[in-house]
């Protein structure tokens, strides 16, 4: 059984930083992409970062670029988002995701539970 978890979000302060975390089990990820998305209230699920398992190539959206870096520990199946200077406009209920290729939620396989982030102006 395919079970993505994620953890680590929170309330932050604008300008704060926080570390999400999203355990990988239940099948070989390394063939896939590792995705992160984001969903506001009212608003639809948009694409923050991926990261292929193998090679670790990254692709960001442009409103999180140089603020947020993805990134993966193959040895525990877990892939990370950092993310920095976060403004208010980053809230929002944050999903890891496995997918062969793409950027759009129905391009992907797997999702997790979610984790919301809450940033306060």
């Known amino acids: 059984q395919v079970q993505l978890v994620e953890s680590g979000g929170g309330l932050v302060q604008a300008g704060g930083s926080l570390r999400l975390s999203c355990a990988a089990s239940?099948?070989?990820?390394?063939?896939?992409?590792m995705g992160w998305f984001r969903q506001a209230p009212g608003k639809e699920r948009e694409f923050v970062a991926r990261?292929?398992?193998?090679?670790?190539?990254?692709s960001y959206a442009g409103s999180v670029k140089g603020r947020f870096t993805i990134s993966r520990d193959n040895a525990k199946n877990t892939v990370y988002l950092q993310m920095n200077s976060l403004k208010a406009e980053d809230t929002a209920v944050y999903y890891c995701?496995?997918?062969?290729?793409?950027?759009?939620?129905?391009?992907?396989?797997?999702w997790g539970q979610g984790t919301q982030v809450t940033v306060s102006s």
């Open positions: 995701a496995a997918a062969k290729g793409g950027n759009y939620p129905y391009e992907y396989d797997y």
């Open positions: 239940g099948r070989t990820f390394s063939s896939y992409i």
């Open positions: 990261i292929r398992w193998s090679g670790g190539s990254t």
